[in-house]
């Protein structure tokens, strides 16, 4: 997962994918910790593009995150973990090349309860 998960940011930083909004995490890396223990007290919690790639290379797990971010050209992109195994990117607008990417299945987004409209 970590590997496929590196090359979906690595893709969406080279289309301008330069923050993210993270809303839900726990993780056990340093930098995973730290962002635990502040949206455990915020809302939300912002990391530029080289510290989600810290985040998702670190020492240590992803075990669960929530993290949304706007591509220059418009797209809106979701990444969800769920119990350290499962990885979904879902997203609004441009898809990623699949040379890219590797191969993927496209579902309607809302499946997974996100209304983008109302974001």
């Not at 915020?42 to 993290?67: C, F, P, S, Y």
Request: include cysteine; proline fraction near 3%; charged fraction near 30%.
């Amino acid at each position: 997962m970590e590997e496929r998960l590196n090359r979906v940011l690595y893709a969406l930083k080279q289309r301008g994918a330069k923050g993210w909004r993270l809303t839900e995490i726990d993780a056990t890396g340093p930098l995973g910790q730290r962002c635990t223990r502040e949206l455990n007290s915020k809302l939300t919690v912002n990391l530029d593009a080289h510290e989600m790639e810290i985040l998702t290379k670190e020492r240590g797990q992803v075990l669960e995150l929530k993290a949304d971010s706007h591509v220059a050209d418009g797209t809106k992109v979701r990444i969800l973990i769920r119990d350290g195994m499962s990885l979904d990117v879902l997203g609004f607008g441009a898809l990623p090349s699949r040379e890219h990417v590797g191969d993927y299945t496209t579902h309607d987004p809302r499946m997974f309860l996100w209304d983008v409209e109302s974001e």
